[in-house]
């Protein structure tokens, strides 16, 4: 049964930094690409970053120049860096991987990490 194990999150204070990692068990299959999600209270889940096993990344347009995502194939564990934090940076952040299996792609989600940023 494949786990998603998230940490890193917490309190941070406007413009500092934080590193979010998520690491993938329980399976010997491909990962296609592992991400993270946010969800705001009030608000509709949303992309931050993503990043695919040959290394191409997507970022949401809020984070967009002050986030970096990498991926560990080996170590099936995805990585987030956030930096110059701003309040509306507070939500809770999912990770979430996409593993291909005998033609089909799954997709499975971490129970959260709560990131509240505020002085």
């Known amino acids: 049964q494949v786990q998603l194990v998230e940490s890193g999150g917490g309190l941070v204070q406007p413009g500092g930094s934080l590193r979010l990692s998520c690491a993938a068990s329980g399976t010997s299959d491909s990962i296609n690409s592992m991400g993270w999600y946010r969800q705001a209270l009030g608000k509709a889940r949303e992309l931050v970053a993503s990043?695919?096993?040959?290394?191409?990344?997507n970022y949401g347009d809020s984070v967009k120049g002050r986030s970096t995502i990498s991926l560990d194939n080996a170590k099936n564990t995805v990585t987030l860096q956030m930096n110059r934090l701003k309040p509306e940076d507070t939500a809770v952040y999912f990770c979430k991987a996409i593993i291909g299996f005998r033609g089909y792609n799954y997709q499975y989600w971490g129970q959260g990490t709560q990131v509240t940023v505020s002085s």
């Open positions: 990043v695919t096993s040959g290394g191409d990344t």
